[in-house]
């Protein structure tokens, strides 16, 4: 393969990357069954989101956070009494607009998803 064909591949691949992340909800976890679900994937600063977290299995607290380019954004801890829940999350005002990783952690377990933030 030359190099025009090897960088056609790349750049095709990152292209295909790119867009299953903007336009769809992917979530990783670390823990079997752990996983987030936001109720939207854009959401403005300054306003809250509600987020679906299932299988934080013995975990009494989660903790949220945002990373993206400009950073970590600590978003808080919350006390949870049951694995499946659903938690509203203030999302900072001052946030610069962007692509953002959005990670839940309880006990040993975690889950991300991306968001977009606008």
């Not at 990783?28 to 679900?37: C, D, L, Q, R």
């Not at 959401?43 to 989101?49: I, N, Y």
Request: net charge positive; aromatic share 12%.
């Amino acid at each position: 393969m030359n190099k025009k064909k090897v960088f056609n591949f790349v750049l095709a691949i990152f292209i295909a990357f790119w867009f299953a992340c903007s336009v769809s909800t992917f979530v990783w976890a670390h823990g079997e069954g752990t996983k987030i679900v936001p109720e939207s994937l854009t959401v403005k600063a300054g306003s809250e989101l509600k987020v679906t977290v299932n299988g934080l299995v013995g975990a009494k607290t989660a903790s949220f956070k945002l990373t993206g380019m400009t950073g970590k954004f600590e978003l808080g801890e919350f006390p949870i009494t049951s694995d499946d829940f659903t938690q509203v999350i203030p999302i900072p005002a001052d946030l610069p607009p962007g692509s953002y990783r959005l990670t839940v952690e309880g006990g040993e377990k975690s889950a991300k998803v991306v968001i977009n933030i606008n």
